[in-house]
């Protein structure tokens, strides 16, 4: 099955950037949804197919993916930013969605 | 505007079933695939089940954790779906979220519920 890596933890100074990585063989290959999960809140989606933003999403939440690495980037951290961050992609041949481990994103 | 809301958690005996909901509003139900998903305590998103609508067969998927103890099923003139969950486990305690998708060509979960409670304890 098709596995996506996560780094459990992603600590950054408000105001400075934030880059969370999705790693997974040729993950530039497919289409990567990045979801943000609040401490007791459902998910809600911030980036769809690599780069799009959904309407509401502000400008400093960007996608890119490439090689084996898909990335999800806060140019400038605030602390409402605070959450766990989830990839996503559909694996075609179990016609399935696999998600990351999550990585919690601590404003410092 | 669009709203998704679980019920049916609460605290079960192992070996026991529940019968979640997800009641929604402020789209065309019978339109969408609908999935569910769970959280257990501290732990990463899960996906469980999704079902497409009807236009493409009402056909379901399982993970392979909960395939033969769970059932997806949905009801378009009520805009409800449903999780059947038999034979309970301590491992299925769980929040379980109900989702609108996957989107047609998207393959993504555009919105979310707020989430049930299961707790399967003796």
């Known amino acids: 099955s098709y596995v996506l890596t996560q780094p459990p933890s992603v600590s950054v100074p408000p105001g400075r950037p934030a880059r969370i990585t999705c790693g997974a063989n040729?993950?530039?290959?497919?289409?990567v949804h990045w979801y943000q999960q609040k401490t007791g809140q459902a998910p809600v989606p911030v980036i769809y197919?690599?780069?799009d933003r959904p309407s509401g999403i502000p400008e400093r939440i960007s996608g890119s993916n490439s090689g084996s690495t898909a990335t999800l980037t806060i140019s400038r951290v605030e602390a409402g930013d605070e959450a766990d961050y989830y990839c996503?992609?559909?694996?075609?041949?179990?016609?399935?969605?696999?998600f990351g481990g999550g990585t919690k994103l601590t404003v410092l | 505007e669009v709203q998704l809301v679980e019920s049916g958690g609460g605290l079960v005996q192992p070996g026991r079933s529940l019968r979640l909901s997800c009641t929604t509003s402020?789209?065309?139900?019978?339109?969408?695939?609908m999935s569910w998903f769970r959280q257990a305590p501290g732990k990463g998103l899960e996906w469980v089940s999704f079902i497409r609508s009807k236009a493409y067969g009402g056909t379901t998927e399982y993970a392979a954790s909960v395939k033969g103890r769970f059932t997806i099923s949905r009801d378009d003139s009520k805009s409800i779906a449903y999780l059947q969950v038999n034979s309970l486990k301590t491992e299925d305690t769980a929040i379980y979220f109900c989702?609108?998708?996957?989107?047609?060509?998207?393959?993504?979960?555009?919105?979310w519920g707020q989430g049930t409670l299961v707790t399967v304890s003796s």
């Open positions: 996503q992609v559909w694996d075609r041949s179990s016609d399935q969605p696999v």
């Open positions: 197919n690599d780069s």
């Open positions: 040729n993950i530039g290959s497919k289409s």
């Open positions: 989702s609108r998708g996957p989107r047609l060509q998207l393959w993504a979960f555009d919105y």
């Open positions: 402020g789209f065309t139900f019978g339109d969408y695939a």
